[in-house]
């Protein structure tokens, strides 16, 4: 009788601890499961930023100007996007009404500005969803870390073999084609991959200065351009 209740209560204690593990473990598959959310919508961002500078790369219009504006900016990496971005019947109608009252280079100006301005927010925001994925695959990767701490594989593993858990095992992890002598392999099949702000590939947060900062250069640079090419702006500047 004696035995019957100690080989009762340790299968209740083995359960026990297998039962926190696989609700442990599912926590941090959730944790996982939602730095992937915040990469989609960072990566939305991302497109975003990378259509603002295209739009602003189409009316500095060469290359030159282009490198001068990743000057002003004091950034290495403000010339890495150089992609075609259509401007939206939308955008056409947003600009032209903040210059309607403008003519020849202080319209020019004021288009180059707001592009700017608009520039600067979006990569406000890109920077802050970027830092907040940064900073959640951190403290994933730190759980992970505790967790592994906290339960050794091969010890639940033990518990397992031990248990009549097959289904339970199945369910979790191999499916239907699972058998006893495939148990010594769940280690490497409960390992987690520690998530990494590097493996989803996103452009690094570009620096962009004030526009205090960046209103005297940004301005000569705007003055420059439109002297190098002012009949192809006033072109352009009638299709606003």
């Given at each position: 009788?004696?035995?019957?209740?100690?080989?009762?209560?340790?299968?209740?204690?083995?359960?026990?601890?297998?039962?926190?593990?696989?609700?442990?473990?599912?926590?941090?598959?959730?944790?996982?499961?939602h730095?992937?959310?915040?990469?989609?919508?960072?990566?939305?961002?991302?497109?975003?930023?990378h259509?603002?500078?295209?739009?602003?790369y189409?009316?500095?219009?060469?290359?030159?100007?282009i490198?001068?504006?990743?000057?002003?900016?004091?950034?290495?990496?403000?010339?890495?996007?150089?992609?075609?971005?259509?401007?939206?019947?939308?955008?056409?109608?947003?600009?032209?009404?903040?210059?309607?009252?403008?003519?020849?280079?202080?319209?020019?100006?004021?288009?180059?500005?707001?592009?700017?301005?608009?520039?600067?927010?979006v990569?406000?925001?890109?920077?802050?969803?970027?830092?907040?994925?940064?900073?959640?695959?951190?403290?994933?990767?730190?759980?992970?870390?505790?967790?592994?701490?906290?339960?050794?594989?091969?010890?639940i593993?033990?518990?397992?073999k031990?248990?009549?858990?097959?289904?339970?095992?199945?369910?979790?992890?191999?499916g239907?084609?699972?058998?006893?002598?495939?148990i010594?392999?769940v280690?490497?099949?409960?390992?987690?991959?520690?998530?990494?702000?590097?493996q989803?590939?996103?452009?690094?947060?570009?620096?962009?200065?004030?526009?205090?900062t960046?209103?005297?250069?940004l301005?000569?640079?705007a003055?420059?351009?439109?002297?190098?090419?002012?009949?192809?702006?006033?072109?352009?500047?009638?299709?606003?």
């Open positions: 009788m004696q035995d019957d209740f100690i080989a009762s209560l340790t299968y209740e204690v083995r359960e026990e601890v297998v039962e926190r593990y696989f609700y442990e473990r599912r926590l941090i598959e959730l944790q996982i499961d730095i992937h959310e915040l990469a989609r919508k960072t990566r939305k961002l991302e497109k975003t930023l259509r603002c500078f295209a739009h602003i189409k009316f500095l219009i060469d290359d030159s100007s490198m001068q504006f990743g000057t002003i900016m004091s950034n290495k990496r403000s010339c890495f996007i150089k992609s075609e971005a259509p401007v939206t019947a939308e955008h056409r109608l947003s600009l032209g009404a903040r210059i309607c009252s403008l003519t020849g280079r202080r319209k020019f100006k004021r288009l180059v500005f707001a592009e700017y301005e608009e520039l600067e927010k990569a406000q925001e890109y920077e802050s969803a970027y830092e907040d994925m940064k900073e959640e695959c951190e403290a994933v990767c730190h759980n992970i870390r505790t967790f592994q701490k906290n339960h050794d594989v091969m010890i593993i033990g518990f397992l031990s248990m009549d858990t097959e289904l339970l095992i199945k369910k979790h992890f191999l239907d084609n699972f058998s006893p002598e495939e010594g392999s280690d490497q099949g409960l390992a987690f991959k520690r998530p990494r702000i590097e989803f590939q996103l452009t690094p947060p570009p620096e962009t200065p004030s526009m205090d960046v209103a005297g250069p301005t000569a640079l003055s420059a351009v439109y002297d190098a090419h002012t009949d192809k702006i006033k072109r352009a500047l009638k299709q606003l």
